[in-house]
């Protein structure tokens, strides 16, 4: 995640500190994305500095312990411009926990297979449920309308596949000796 391309841009707008960052994140990108754990944002915030995109400073406050505030750098400002003139592209290959889990269960044979597609189907049918109620009360935020459009589209394409599997579930489901056996046949036609 490029959580730190976020907090760079956060800085544009000014000098800031941990838990206003926080805030600033959570206000920028809705509650879709999920919480930022203010002890990751502070390791991010360290690595900014370490690698000289991000300066710090103690500011002193009179009745609360000392606050560190956070400024991008020229070096910031560059690697940010960087990272908005770039693509996302997806970087080694396509990972998925349902689809391992679909690999597995396909290989255990038809009844958990069929248990994990049920499963799996239930919870996205949820989730799309949750996100439409999400979408009715973010109607006036466009980025975070915008944002949940996109889970909707992602979540609506998750779907799809467990309809396909279901509708392949035989083959799918396939013992590993049904398979072996399958591909000498083949081998053994093509001969």
């Given at each position: ?5 976020a ?39 360290e ?11 103690e500011v ?19 690697e ?16 998925d ?6 690999a597995?269960?396909?290989?255990l ?32 935020e ?23 599997a ?17 591909a ?8």
């Open positions: 995640m490029p959580i730190h391309h907090v760079l841009a956060l800085l544009e707008e000014g000098d800031s500190y941990g838990y206003e960052l926080r805030a600033h994140f959570r206000q920028m990108v809705g509650p879709q994305w999920g919480d930022l754990n203010i002890g990751h944002l502070y390791q991010v915030l690595r900014l500095v370490r690698d000289g995109l991000v300066k710090k400073r002193e406050q009179e009745t609360r312990p000392d606050k560190v505030v956070y400024r991008i750098t020229r070096a910031g400002h560059k940010l411009d960087e990272w908005l003139e770039s693509p996302f592209v997806r970087q080694g290959g396509y990972r926990d349902f689809f391992l889990k679909l597995a269960a396909s290989r044979g038809r009844t958990q297979l069929n248990g994990v597609l049920r499963t799996q189907r239930e919870a996205y049918l949820a989730e799309l449920s949750a996100l439409a109620q999400l979408r009715s009360r973010h109607d006036d466009p980025l975070i309308s915008l944002l949940v459009e996109a889970a909707i589209l992602h979540m609506e394409a998750n779907l799809r596949v467990v309809e396909l279901e509708k392949n579930e035989k083959q799918l489901a396939a013992t590993p000796q049904t398979r072996r056996t399958a000498t046949a083949r081998h053994a036609r093509s001969a």
